[in-house]
């Protein structure tokens, strides 16, 4: 799976927009780029993931370069509660990941909404 | 949605006893479920994959009779650390793919204290 690289940590004003960027320059055609969030001393969270479009959910958007290998993640008014660690992850999709279809985490972007 | 449900939250035992913490899947079936660890200011390590009726897939320095690994059911896995050292207090984190889902749902962890 491709690597990605990460800010180790960000500041953000609570009610603005939170971006999280992302480097995965070394993604395959076939990888999708995940999102997941880590709340202090809490299970991850999934968040969103997309392939090339970009996507929108309830929580945030997720926007993919065109040649794919960047993203960021926005969160488009964030509040306190947002306060975690942000892990981007790169890896084919689960359903044909086979043997592999262990999820590995890298060290993520510790996001502080401030008030 | 998919709920993994982890027990104990937290546990405090004493230094060479067994703790084992439990992962279920409360609303799908899972053949296959992860087993993290977390030491404090760190990312999530995968120690092994626990696969439904088979023996685990333990991550290359991983102490596979230290940490044992049953998963005899689709909604349950249990992981054992035997003989518990101080050294081996951490956050201990499950995870399992649910097909319905978007893959990967986590449990909310459970922290170990050894004295």
């Known amino acids: 799976d491709a690597k990605t690289t990460q800010p180790t940590s960000m500041d953000c004003a609570e009610g603005r927009a939170a971006n999280l960027p992302c480097n995965h320059s070394?993604?395959?055609?076939?990888?999708?780029v995940y999102w997941y969030r880590q709340i202090h001393s809490q299970g991850p969270q999934y968040i969103i993931h997309g392939l090339k479009n970009n996507e929108t959910n309830e929580m945030a958007s997720l926007i993919i370069t065109e040649d794919r290998k960047s993203s960021t993640l926005i969160l488009p008014h964030a509040t306190l509660r947002d306060t975690a660690v942000y892990y981007c992850i790169v890896r084919v999709d689960w359903k044909w990941g086979g043997a592999t279809n262990k999820l590995i985490f890298g060290t993520g972007t510790l996001l502080a909404v401030q008030p | 949605g998919a709920v993994v449900s982890q027990h104990p939250s937290w546990v405090i035992c004493k230094s060479g006893t067994s703790v084992k913490i439990e992962c279920r899947s409360l609303d799908f079936q899972a053949t296959t479920m992860f087993w993290y660890r977390q030491f404090p200011k760190q990312s999530l390590m995968l120690m092994a994959t626990s696969n439904e009726g088979s023996k685990a897939t333990y991550e290359q320095g991983v102490e596979k009779d230290k940490f044992l690994i049953n998963h005899a059911s689709l909604t349950l896995s249990t992981l054992t650390v035997t003989s518990a050292h101080p050294e081996d207090s951490s956050f201990y984190i499950c995870?399992?793919?649910?097909?319905?889902?978007?893959?990967?749902?986590f449990g909310s962890g459970t922290r170990l204290t050894v004295v």
């Open positions: 995870s399992a793919i649910d097909s319905g889902n978007y893959g990967y749902t």
């Open positions: 070394t993604i395959s055609g076939n990888e999708y």
